[in-house]
């Protein structure tokens, strides 16, 4: 079996660690000349994606190796951002074939096919490296999206950035855009057990609902709140983000397998119990009349 020649051997491991990408520029640093680069590109062995950036063998690029391209192509301190970084980061689905990346430096070229450049002040805690692509970090990405992002498209990449785990949003309320700001004045933190539980039954003894028993083991689950003489069991959500998709679907395993043993069972967020305490009253009222 053939060897294959060393050169050659540079080149794949650089395109191995760079989802089948490599510029110019490291090639020569890598040892091979002008003529190595320039008559691989003639017997198409290296194709051009972008000027000095090439896909090494075929253009049939995952969406990594075409985020890589257009950031190795912007140059030094190139990072992916915007709707792109958010597409990599899981926190929304991109329809465009648009690669957004942001420089830091107001030299080299506006446009380039395929990229949309965006000049911006970039700190060390703003970026990062995320599949081993260059990229603004999940609040950074958060809020330079948050200047075109409104309403619920925007609080839709919060939900999912708080179904992840990816910030803090301490962190994000510090952040400038106003639109951010109103995005994440509907959100609270985290409350504790006992919190949440003192607020429901101030709500129950505020409308004159009679207390709850308070976690409590019904059908070998605990539950949060139980009126054993109406088979009536209400859950709280102690947190006003949303839940994360594993936790919805053992929500619902939990309430199918009590409405079978013959319970009725209600959901409020904190949302609800601090901001519609009026509606919830009506709501548990209501199923006790039944």
């Known amino acids: 079996m053939r060897r294959k020649p060393a050169k050659d051997l540079v080149i794949a491991t650089l395109a191995d660690q760079q989802h089948g990408v490599v510029t110019r520029t490291q090639l020569m640093e890598a040892g091979l000349s002008v003529g190595d680069v320039d008559r691989r590109i003639g017997a198409r062995r290296l194709r051009c994606l972008h000027r000095g950036v090439y896909a090494v063998g075929h253009r049939a690029l995952t969406a990594d190796g075409r ?27 991109s329809a465009s074939g648009l690669v957004h990346v942001t420089v830091a430096t107001r030299a080299g070229r506006d446009r380039r096919p395929g990229i949309r450049i965006h000049r911006r ?21 958060i809020v330079d999206l948050a200047r075109t992002l409104r309403g619920r498209a925007l609080e839709a990449v919060l939900d999912r950035a708080d179904q992840r785990g990816l910030v803090d949003f301490d962190e994000l309320r510090a952040a400038r855009p106003v639109s951010l700001k109103a995005a994440l004045a509907k959100y609270q933190g985290a409350v504790t057990r006992s919190e949440l539980e003192d607020r429901f039954l101030q709500l129950c003894d505020d409308a004159g609902i009679p207390r709850p028993e308070t976690n409590v083991c019904i059908e070998g689950l605990e539950v949060d709140f ?35 043993a013959g319970w009725s069972v209600r959901r409020f967020t904190w949302r609800q119990i601090t901001q519609r305490p009026a509606q919830v009253a009506a709501v548990v009222t209501g199923e006790r009349a039944r």
């Open 121 to 141: 002040v970039l700190t060390a805690h703003d970026v990062t490296i995320h599949r081993n692509i260059p990229i603004t970090t999940p609040a950074r990405t």
């Open 67 to 93: 985020w890589i391209a257009a950031v190795l192509s912007a140059g030094p301190g190139a990072v992916l951002s915007d709707a792109s970084a958010a597409t990599a980061w899981d926190l929304q689905r």
């Open 226 to 260: 139980v009126w054993r003489d109406r088979r009536l069991i209400v859950e709280v959500d102690g947190y006003a983000f949303h839940r994360t998709p594993g936790a919805f679907e053992r929500d619902h395993e939990r309430d199918a397998i009590l409405a079978l």
